[in-house]
Each structure stands twice: as structure tokens, then as C-alpha cells.
């Protein structure tokens, strides 16, 4: 069973609104990942922390969505503008350096 | 750049039939392979790795083996029962990458396992 905690669940939102979702990684895990999973199944990488520091992000994840991962709080993924082609399972992962990642259940965000 | 081709979209099977779900890669380094099995409602669960040329990994009765001549990873199960009906994706990573080793998934393959 996962280990990786992610709220909330579902999330339902209006095109132009903001919707951020959370990420426990699994104890003593210090990368995380964010992917979204689309209705066709695709995955997207959108961005990696380790710790605390960016180390990879997609040029889509740049611009209107934001993520951070602060000392002693969950991590979290925003999208500033939600639009209807955003609407997709945001799946958060973390992994020891160098080996596999555990995933989350996800968070499935519908933009209306 | 890095990519994953399964060919089967979806696999429709009795109990006890022998699986195989075919994986190719294209990559330009030398990348670790995976397989993630995933059920309705859930994320990703691991199911095992290889990193270097011929490793076996395994795990639940499934095998794959890395073949770096053919840049292949097939899954295999010799029994397939009706609790492994899921959608199974293979993917690649480079474990020894400064960025934190981000996964290149398959489209996924749909078994479907009758009783």
C-alpha cells in the first residue's frame, strides 16, 4: 500500500480558478515528483524537488502552475489558472536518490 | 529524445493463461527499466526494476528481463489470475541523472482477466 499521501481526492473547479493540491512524500524520502495523468492514460512529468530545491521542471509548469516543498510541511502543487484541459489525475511520487519511485493515489482535478 | 513503445493496448486473458505484455525502449544513455501496475482508483505501484544489460527483475510472479541488443523489457507471468486485471506500464529512468530520475511512461497495457 502507498505510503504517499495526497489531498484532497477530488478537486472541482471553474476555468480561472486557482486549485492546489497536497503531497505527504513516504518518510525519509527526500525527492518528490509531480506528474499528471491524462484521460488517455499519458503521464507528463511536470517537476522534482529534492529537499527543498527544483530540480527539473517542465516549461509548462513555469508558467502558470507553481510547486514547492517547504522543510516540515507537505508539498504542494498550484495552478494559478485552472483551464479545461487541466482536467487530469495529478499523481505526486517520492523516491530515495537514485532509485524507484511510490506513488500517490492522486488527486483527479476536474476544471468545469 | 527517451521513449517507450508497449504494443498491446489491451490483453484479454482466461485464468492460468500465460501473460506476455511486449516493451521496447529508445533511449540515448543506459537507463533503468521498470514495470508499475495500476488498478482503478489508484496511483502507480511498483512492481520491480532492472538496471544493467540481462538483470531479471521480479516480483508477484511477474517477470522481465533487460535485453539492452533488443532495448527490451517484455512482462511476463506464467498464470494469470483474475486480481491482476489492471492497466501495467513500463517505464524508464536514469537512476545515475543529476534531475532526479524523472520516469518516460508506456501508453499502458489493459489486462483483462476472465474467471
Known amino acids: 500500500n502507498s505510503k504517499v499521501i495526497q489531498t484532497p481526492r477530488y478537486l472541482v473547479k471553474g476555468q480561472g480558478q486557482k486549485a492546489k493540491m497536497r503531497c505527504i512524500p513516504e518518510k525519509g524520502h527526500p525527492v518528490v515528483f509531480w506528474y499528471q495523468q491524462n484521460k488517455n492514460n499519458e503521464f507528463k512529468f511536470l517537476i522534482n524537488f529534492q529537499n527543498q530545491e527544483v530540480l527539473q521542471q517542465i516549461d509548462m509548469t513555469e508558467k502558470r502552475f507553481s510547486a514547492e516543498c517547504p522543510s516540515n510541511s507537505p508539498c504542494s502543487l498550484e495552478i494559478q489558472s485552472s483551464e479545461a484541459g487541466d482536467s487530469a489525475l495529478y499523481l505526486c511520487a517520492s523516491s530515495l536518490p537514485g532509485y524507484e519511485q511510490y506513488f500517490g493515489p492522486g488527486t483527479r482535478l476536474t476544471v468545469l | 529524445g527517451d521513449s517507450v513503445t508497449q504494443t498491446e493496448g489491451q490483453v484479454a486473458l482466461s485464468e492460468e493463461d500465460f501473460l506476455t505484455i511486449h516493451c521496447n525502449y529508445s533511449?540515448?544513455?543506459?537507463?533503468?527499466l521498470f514495470w508499475y501496475v495500476q488498478y482503478p482508483g489508484e496511483g502507480p505501484q511498483f512492481l520491480f526494476r532492472?538496471?544493467?544489460?540481462?538483470e531479471k527483475g521480479s516480483s508477484r510472479g511477474f517477470e522481465a528481463t533487460y535485453d539492452k541488443g533488443t532495448t527490451s523489457f517484455h512482462l511476463r507471468k506464467a498464470s494469470v489470475q483474475e486480481s491482476d486485471s489492471a492497466v501495467y506500464y513500463c517505464a524508464l529512468g536514469d537512476l545515475g541523472g543529476s534531475s532526479g530520475n524523472k520516469l518516460i511512461f508506456g501508453i499502458g497495457t489493459l489486462l483483462s482477466v476472465k474467471p
Open positions: 532492472a538496471s544493467r544489460d540481462k
Open positions: 533511449a540515448s544513455g543506459y537507463p533503468a
